[in-house]
């Protein structure tokens, strides 16, 4: 519990969504503002359900604890599912937004395209499900302290950074391939989105056996990053081009005047 | 509190209409000295009464001369934008400290909401002080109010022929928050940029400052700093589409405070629970 823990859990956690906000996102101040709005809907998201929960706990016999697990548990899979809702309310919003967009201003072209802000809004609701999980961990870790005192786990930081990080790009990737299941009309690829979420978080539910819940938990990143990849026009040639710096789209691109 | 902004503020409108623009320009002069130096002064100490460093009086000195003299500068005359802008956010939060330090509990919130009120009625209500000050400078055809603003943009005024007016070519609106509170808050675009009356600033840093110090959570002051951006988001596309000034703050402290209260009662002991399990959702 120093400050070693501290610096080392916050970059594995934040790191990759740092370094894609600083390289993608902080330059242009509209994706900016989608981002933020991103975040205000999942925030929007666990306000209901944490509301819904402390409902059901009050009316609830509070001694009981397997009755107060049970009880966790629902608020969990009712999160997630608002969680997708408002992911959809979102995708529905941007599309009446970027019409609106186009009327306003003065130009021909809309000035974000939806794969952008698939992808903006993917980050900004990792963001944020990432801060809410992991900042409160991050504060008592700078403090004195001793892990697992009682008995529990002693890699409580480092399971969660971990696992923080998995939920930031899984969100990512989540969104990308929700926004463009809708745009094409896919509803499987959609249900398949919401389960895998789902089961993802079903999956810590076997926390602290850490092997049961971040090993299919990076499988599961893998696979849809994947699925995003492809989703998102990506190809093994694209791939090949961009690496060894011979896409010319890409090049031309970069020297665009925005 | 809120009578002595009311009072303060028809004051300052009074005094604009009668264009006494001297004493105006004294009182801004006298106000931005204050905070500069004596309150940055006073904020200093307690970081280093906090931290337990020793300190001696010259060094302290010359930091808060240099500090001090490069403000006035930047702020009243000519400065880089960015600096000009770092200082105004300085001054706004120094100002936001101060509320948050000497304000018993309850009235930090009470005031919070009642100045949105206030904001809302003096911005769009015919008769109400700011709008007559904004309705006043755009007869006059002058900048409003150079001295309260935090402006977003250069703004090149070129090729005024009127010869009543200060002709020269501003390179930036230089702007502060008078230490009594006669404030501007309204949001108002001009030409290319936005402009944000200081007053705001200062009101949503006492919003997410004291979310920080009283909750003891850290989601809470998030969900208050997003809550407020996206309340700051809904006013700039409103004046997208409306077209003239209008209140900065009542969107963003309704939202802040519905956030700030929900956070702390509502999400604190869900997400507790969840972080306790390590459950994720």
């Known amino acids: ?77 009712l999160s997630v599912l608002l969680q997708e809702t408002c992911r959809f309310g979102y995708y529905k919003l941007l599309k009446k937004a970027n019409e609106g967009l186009l009327m306003l201003s003065a130009e021909e072209t809309m000035p974000i395209s939806i794969r952008q802000l698939a992808y903006v809004s993917g980050l900004g609701f990792g963001f944020m499900s990432g801060a809410f999980s992991m900042v409160n961990i991050l504060a008592d870790s700078v403090g004195p302290g001793t892990i697992g005192i009682h008995g529990d786990s002693q890699h409580y930081f480092l399971s969660s950074a971990f696992m923080t990080m998995a939920i930031i790009l899984l969100h990512m990737f989540w969104g990308v391939v929700f926004f463009d299941s809708c745009e094409k009309q896919h509803w499987w690829s959609l249900a398949v989105v919401v389960i895998s979420h789902l089961l993802v978080s079903c999956l810590t539910f076997q926390n602290p056996q850490y092997v049961g819940s971040l090993v299919p938990t990076y499988i599961i990143v893998f696979l849809v990053g994947l699925w995003a990849f492809f989703c998102s026009g990506g190809s093994l040639r694209n791939l090949k081009l961009c690496l060894t710096c011979k896409d010319k789209d890409f090049l031309l691109a970069n020297h665009r005047p925005r | ?42 904020y200093l100490g307690e970081v280093f009464k906090t931290y337990n460093l020793a300190m001696d009086y010259p060094t302290v000195a010359m930091i808060i001369w240099n500090f001090g003299v490069v403000g006035m500068i930047c702020i009243h005359w000519k400065g880089p934008l960015q600096l000009q802008q770092a200082y105004l956010i300085a001054i706004s939060a120094l100002m936001a400290l101060v509320f948050i330090k000497y304000l018993p509990e ?92 200081l007053g705001d600033f200062i009101f949503y840093s006492v919003l997410v400052g004291k979310a920080a110090a009283t909750g003891g959570d850290w989601n809470t002051t998030l969900a208050c700093f997003v809550a407020i951006l996206i309340g700051l988001c809904l006013t700039l596309l409103l004046l997208a589409i409306f077209k003239k000034a209008l209140p900065a703050l009542p969107i963003s402290i309704t939202f802040g405070l519905v956030f700030y209260f929900s956070t702390d009662n509502l999400v604190r002991p869900f997400m507790d629970n969840l972080a306790a399990h390590q459950f994720y959702i």
């Open chain 2, 1 to 42: 509190m809120i009578s002595v902004i009311v009072v303060m503020t028809i004051f300052l409108v009074v005094l604009y209409k009668y264009r006494c623009y001297k004493f105006i320009h004294g009182w801004l002069i006298l106000s931005s000295l204050m905070m500069l130096f004596w309150f940055s002064f006073m």
């Open chain 2, 106 to 197: 309850w009235s930090a919130w009470v005031i919070l909401g009642a100045i949105s009120v206030y904001d809302l009625v003096a911005v769009l209500c015919p008769k109400g002080p700011l709008r007559m000050l904004v309705e006043t400078a755009q007869e006059r055809n002058e900048p409003i109010f150079p001295a309260l603003i935090y402006s977003s943009a250069m703004i090149w005024m070129v090729g005024m022929a009127n010869p009543a007016r200060h002709a020269e070519p501003t390179n930036q609106d230089t702007g502060m928050f008078c230490l009594i509170s006669a404030y501007n808050p309204l949001a108002l675009t001009m030409l290319r940029g936005v402009k944000l009356g």
């Open chain 1, 1 to 77: 519990m120093t400050a070693s823990v501290f610096f080392g859990c916050t970059f594995i956690a934040f790191g990759p969504a740092i370094a894609l906000f600083l390289f993608t996102i902080a330059r242009d101040p509209l994706r900016v503002i989608f981002l933020i709005a991103g975040a205000f809907f999942w925030l929007c998201s666990l306000l209901l359900s944490s509301l819904v929960w402390f409902i059901t706990v009050q009316i609830s016999n509070k001694e009981s604890s397997s009755q107060q697990k049970g009880l966790l548990i629902f608020g969990v899979v």
